[in-house]
């Protein structure tokens, strides 16, 4: 990979506001993450160096002597976390598929506006072919929904911002 | 064929398997606690999934987590590593139902020596020796001291469903029958919910001998060799090495052939370990391990076979690669598991690793998640690495593993690493005369 792709590839994160992307290529690794609220600014994930994106070279195994890349430190605060504040965040409690509505047919449980309140159901995650309806455990509005229909999730991924 | 290896399972041995899928071009999945994020299997994974919270029981052991994460990755077979779910029927059964290939025995052979009075029975009916002792859970406490009597004292009392000495009560006279009998059986309810335990004969100097196993799905079964894994402490391995240095050629061809025997009794496809006990020159069964093992690198190292994508091969139908006919150890292996705990206490020392270096040179291995600036979560087993040397002979093998070790500089946390070097020097250890009672009483 040459300069001028990897200045695209960072133009691109900032463009598109992608949280984090990770390339390797020919024993070459390269992780660029951007931050989702302005400024739209490029960072890598070690804190001692800002803006640099360096092309590290894949880590021999199995003697990893460096802390591969620098992982980034468990607590440190999503780059979003500004325009959360106030907010009541619903996170999965299961890893399966992500679905807004109970069938393809129907309505949404919930969308962006709608108020919402604690223990009525705001959407679906299958896991095993079992379908789990995850509640709200809070009343308020519903500002922001994260995942897509359909798009798989993890255990602890945002599914939605609530304004209490 | 397999495309796609999700892999059930975190620390070296997760990493291992990633090595071996990348060496074989198969696409890998890791899946992690909320405690793993910066663990190396995450980061060297083609795809990662968290699955749950730091507590095992609602990650690495959740089985709806765990078959969800394969679902919403497209993984088309499970690699259980050891541990966690490995040795869980219904987790290996539940994969198959969800058309997910799992790499590692049929639930029904795992099931049939999970539970250990009944892999005793099948031992039994195929020929292979066993300690005498109860045929099955014994229910009472009067029908203990009648198998007690009959076979002699000393006795061990085990968990019908255990492991890792819990639930294990060792008597040396009739007189302390009765306390040991309703220790053992309320510390198997606690630990396995099950009370179920067994008796049988107890060895005053046995070694611990175990024999690798590998089957395919076209019946044929093949014995790798023993590995001697007498250093131990509460019934935790410390130090494996093959050839067993109480060995001669003619035992082992006998447990290899006992080992073969056993498998093809229950149809075993995939890796697995039988291990033995040994004393003056006889060997009874113990337990299967229907798993990879930790120490499986010793193995490799003295047979080279890659045992990791020999898993994968037999799961995907292939026949073994193991090619027909006898075959010789070549050299000598010894693994020290390094573990993050007080060398002297065996008390568990999780945190941050300051310095991390490994050594290297000719015959040396490392087999390692661990790096510096990690921090070894207290949530999980206490080993970070495994360091496997290997030598034409044994002493050779020990001189490798003496320098090795002095040169693995591990800061941060407590290791076993100065108990190692201990070892090393003493002996007993050097002379290769030794039994399972070896820790008891080395001192340094």
Redesign the interface.
């Known amino acids: 990979m040459n300069l001028k792709e990897i200045l695209e590839l960072i133009d691109k994160v900032a463009e598109r506001g992608i949280a984090a992307v990770e390339v390797e290529q020919a024993g070459t690794r390269l992780r660029i993450e951007g931050k989702l609220a302005p400024p739209q600014q490029v960072i890598h994930t070690s804190p001692a160096a800002p803006i640099v994106t360096g092309a590290l070279p894949a880590l021999p195994?199995?003697?990893?002597?460096?802390?591969?890349?620098?992982?980034?430190a468990?607590a440190a605060p999503p780059p979003e976390a500004d325009s959360e504040a106030g907010l009541h965040i619903i996170t999965s409690p299961?890893?399966?598929?992500f679905y807004r509505s109970p069938n393809p047919e129907s309505e949404a449980y919930v969308s962006v506006g709608d108020h919402t309140s604690k223990g009525k159901v705001l959407c679906i995650i299958e896991?095993?072919k079992?379908m789990n309806e995850i509640e709200s455990d809070v009343d308020g509005t519903v500002v922001k929904i994260y995942p897509q229909n359909g798009q798989?999730v993890?255990?602890?991924?945002k599914l939605f911002a609530v304004r209490p | 064929m397999i495309s796609k290896i999700l892999i059930a399972n975190r620390g070296e041995i997760a990493?291992r398997v990633i090595?071996a899928c990348k060496e074989m071009g198969i696409k890998t999945v890791a899946v992690h606690s909320?405690a793993d994020?910066?663990a190396?299997h995450v980061?060297?994974a083609d795809e990662d999934?968290?699955?749950?919270?730091a507590v095992s029981r609602q990650?690495y052991l959740s089985i709806?987590?765990i078959?969800?994460?394969a679902?919403?990755?497209g993984a088309d077979a499970i690699h259980p590593g050891y541990g966690f779910l490995a040795e869980n029927a219904h987790f290996a059964e539940i994969a198959g139902e969800?058309r997910l290939t799992f790499i590692g025995p049929s639930p029904e052979a795992i099931r049939m020596m999970g539970n250990k009075a009944q892999a005793r029975e099948t031992a039994k009916n195929a020929g292979v020796p066993i300690l005498p002792g109860s045929d099955g859970p014994v229910k009472t406490f009067m029908d203990a001291q009648d198998v007690a009597r009959e076979i002699g004292f000393p006795v061990i009392l085990k968990a019908s469903a255990g492991g890792g000495g819990r639930g294990m009560r060792i008597c040396g006279n009739e007189g302390d029958l009765q306390s040991a009998f309703e220790a053992a059986r309320s510390e198997a309810e606690r630990a396995f919910g099950s009370a179920d335990v067994y008796i049988e004969k107890y060895l005053e100097r046995p070694r611990h001998i175990e024999i690798q196993v590998f089957g395919d799905t076209q019946g044929r079964v093949v014995a790798l060799g023993e590995r001697d894994c007498s250093i131990q402490r509460r019934h935790q391995k410390l130090i494996e090495e093959s050839p067993s240095p109480a060995m001669t050629p003619e035992i082992r061809a006998q447990m290899n052939e006992a080992a073969v025997k056993l498998c093809q009794a229950v149809n075993y496809v995939n890796a697995g370990t039988i291990e033995f006990l040994f004393q003056d020159g006889r060997f009874y069964f113990m337990e299967m391990n229907t798993r990879i093992q930790v120490e499986h690198a010793v193995t490799e190292e003295v047979t080279g076979i890659d045992l990791v994508k020999e898993q994968i091969r037999v799961a995907s139908g292939e026949p073994l690669s193991v090619p027909h006919g006898d075959f010789r150890l070549r050299g000598h292996a010894i693994e020290f598991r390094i573990n993050a705990e007080d060398p002297r206490t065996f008390a568990p020392n999780p945190g941050k690793i300051r310095e991390?270096?490994?050594p290297?040179g000719p015959g040396v291995?490392?087999?390692?998640a661990a790096?510096?600036?990690?921090v070894v979560p207290p949530h999980y087993d206490s080993l970070i690495a495994k360091l496997v040397v290997r030598g034409k002979d044994r002493a050779e093998a020990i001189a490798r593993g003496r320098r090795a070790l002095e040169l693995f500089i591990v800061e941060g946390v407590k290791t076993s690493i100065p108990l190692h070097r201990a070892i090393c020097d003493d002996p007993r250890f050097i002379s290769g005369d030794f039994s399972t009672r070896f820790m008891e009483s080395f001192s340094w």
Do not use: K, N, Q, W
């Open positions: 195994l199995p003697i990893p002597a460096a802390p591969p890349a620098a992982a980034p468990p299961i890893v399966g598929t896991a095993m079992l798989p993890e255990y602890g991924e | 990493l090595l909320e994020r910066d190396l980061r060297y999934v968290c699955i749950g919270p990650s709806s987590s078959i969800a994460a679902e919403i990755t969800c991390f270096h490994v290297g291995r490392i087999d390692t790096y510096r600036d990690y």
